[in-house]
T-cell receptor
Framework: DQQVKQNSPSLSVQEGRISILNCDYT??????FLWYKKYPAEGPTFLIS?????DKNEDGRFTVFLNKSAKHLSLHIVPSQPGDSAVYFC???????????FGSGTKLNVKP | DAGVTQSPTHLIKTRGQQVTLRCSPK?????VSWYQQALGQGPQFIFQ???????QRGNFPDRFSGHQFPNYSSELNVNALLLGDSALYLC??????????????FGDGTRLSIL
């Protein structure tokens, strides 16, 4: 059961512009949402998270938005840099934060 | 401060064999989760260990088992290997904090190939 979905397998953006990565989920009991970045031959690296009691969380160039009514979250990267080129995974868990569900990932390519 | 370390990095086995993968959590972390990542997919939750017990389990058969040691390190065992078990196996550690959510930190994984 695919409870977390990333419908765009890839995204290409020009350096300096905004990158918007999207994620949808089906389980209304999810309480905690995260974004991870993954380079080839490395494990996923935690990027930013948001609790269901918030609708926005910002950390430097990265902002995550949560729309609970639409069961949708997005990651904005501004400005995008070539070093941001990687696969981005969104993940979600319930209030017990024991079990995380991951999307299938979006490959971001930031062109110089 | 060492992060999550996994061994070995690569492993080749044949069908029917058994394999053991190892994970040392990040310093200060007491909870270890294991994930299977097939090519082109996101990580799929196998199980999580806390206080040396399996706390949560995903939709994986009993051929997949684990263990957590008093020093919080963990092992993933897979018996009777199938071709479909070929994947990247990721270990993630976190600190169980009942006051709030904590992100999981991942190792670089073990690439398991079944011939």
């Amino acid at each position: 059961d695919q409870q977390v979905k990333q419908n765009s397998p890839s995204l290409s953006v020009q350096e300096g512009r905004i990158s918007i990565l999207n994620c949808d989920y089906t389980n209304s009991m999810f309480d905690y949402f995260l974004w991870y970045k993954k380079y080839p031959a490395e494990g996923p690296t935690f990027l930013i998270s948001i609790s269901s009691i918030k609708d926005k969380n910002e950390d430097g160039r990265f902002t995550v938005f949560l729309n609970k009514s639409a069961k949708h979250l997005s990651l904005h990267i501004v400005p995008s840099q070539p070093g941001d080129s990687a696969v981005y995974f969104c993940a979600a868990s319930g209030a017990n934060f024991n079990k995380f569900y991951f999307g299938s990932g979006t490959k971001l390519n930031v062109k110089p | 401060d060492a992060g999550v370390t996994q061994s070995p990095t690569h492993l080749i086995k044949t069908r029917g064999q058994q394999v053991t993968l190892r994970c040392s959590p990040k310093s200060g972390h007491d909870t270890v989760s294991w994930y299977q990542q097939a090519l082109g997919q996101g990580p799929q939750f196998i199980f999580q260990y806390y206080e040396e017990e399996e706390r949560q389990r995903g939709n994986f058969p009993d051929r997949f088992s684990g263990h957590q040691f008093p020093n919080y390190s963990s092992e993933l065992n897979v018996n009777a290997l199938l071709l479909g078990d070929s994947a990247l196996y990721l270990c993630a550690s976190s600190r169980t904090d009942f006051l709030g959510n904590q992100p999981q930190h991942f190792g670089d994984g073990t690439r398991l190939s079944i011939l």
